[in-house]
């Protein structure tokens, strides 16, 4: 489990099963761009989870403004994604999740790591794979060389291998995959890219589901509802429904969890998320 910063005491609400009946209102209105099946519920028995994916925008949150308030309002603990253009407050869809929070008692969490090491790695990966890919022969032999025998072919086959599997999980690869997806009516996010994927993007995925799992062991928490981009969604709930995945993609970001701050940041309605 991720270390939660807890800069408040969390008021439990009885929630009970409420959650559940916003899953009819979903399906009946609620749609995000081509993807389908943006919403998502989970209960342990103790603790209910919405996974809300939202086209993060001013008009995004203004199509289903009263239905994300009434959600907010119900629940003990809201959670949302991190914004690197902006302070969260003044995000166009995140800041008025805040605002609703805050008017409804609601605690506030923010468990994605998304930081400017994702968005400098994010586009500095296809670069290198791509370096890798191209330079293959060469490259792979140098460094395997040492280690075992390599046949021009092996190497060259080995560095096209690497290369291609770098630029998969960068966001070039989740640009493209999201590309094909929407064609095919589903989310970037699919069982092959779940499973196999590796980059900035997954380990957002890993490390959100991981601190949406932290917050609903919580006992004070009945009702909790996540909101991200839609894109994230069915990874998260993948992340989530497969804990041993989700730890072992843990140990494979080790060190980068290491270099950055990946814990769950947890405020209370009354102070500044900023």
């Known amino acids: 489990m991720q270390e939660t910063h807890d800069h408040t005491t969390a008021v439990g609400k009885d929630a009970g099963t409420i959650l559940e009946r916003y899953l009819d209102i979903f399906e009946e209105d609620y749609a995000v761009e081509e993807i389908s099946n943006p919403v998502t519920y989970h209960s342990d028995g103790?603790?209910?989870?919405?996974?809300?994916?939202?086209?993060?925008?001013?008009?995004?949150?203004?199509?289903?403004?009263?239905l994300f308030k009434e959600i907010v309002l119900d629940v003990d603990a809201t959670v949302i994604e991190q914004s690197l253009r902006q302070e969260i407050d003044e995000d166009p869809f995140?800041?008025?999740?805040?605002?609703?929070?805050?008017?409804?008692?609601?605690?506030?969490?923010?468990?994605?790591?998304?930081?400017?090491?994702?968005?400098?790695?994010?586009?500095?990966?296809?670069?290198?794979?791509?370096?890798?890919?191209?330079?293959?022969?060469?490259?792979?032999?140098?460094?395997?060389?040492?280690?075992?025998?390599?046949?021009?072919?092996?190497?060259t086959t080995g560095g096209l291998a690497i290369g291609?599997?770098?630029?998969?999980?960068?966001?070039?690869?989740?640009?493209?995959?999201?590309?094909?997806?929407?064609?095919?009516?589903?989310?970037?996010?699919?069982p092959l890219y779940d499973r196999f994927g590796h980059g900035m993007h997954d380990h957002r995925n890993v490390m959100i589901a991981d601190g949406i799992d932290t917050i609903c062991r919580d006992p004070d928490h009945e009702a909790v509802a996540a909101f991200h981009g839609a894109a994230h969604r069915s990874s998260i709930d993948h992340y989530l429904e497969h804990p041993g995945r989700r730890d072992s993609k843990k140990r494979f970001y080790a060190q980068l969890n290491r270099i950055m701050d990946v814990s769950v940041e947890k405020y209370p309605p009354d102070i500044e998320t900023s």
């Open 94 to 155: 995140y800041g008025r999740i805040v605002r609703d929070a805050r008017q409804g008692g609601t605690v506030i969490y923010v468990a994605d790591p998304n930081t400017t090491v994702h968005e400098t790695t994010e586009w500095i990966q296809p670069w290198a794979g791509g370096g890798i890919a191209l330079g293959g022969g060469t490259l792979t032999q140098e460094l395997l060389g040492g280690v075992m025998e390599v046949s021009p072919a092996a190497a």
């Open 46 to 66: 103790d603790t209910e989870l919405l996974n809300i994916g939202v086209k993060h925008t001013r008009e995004g949150y203004d199509e289903h403004a009263e």
């Open 164 to 190: 291609a599997y770098i630029v998969y999980g960068s966001r070039v690869g989740a640009t493209l995959e999201t590309a094909y997806n929407r064609v095919r009516n589903q989310t970037m996010d699919t």
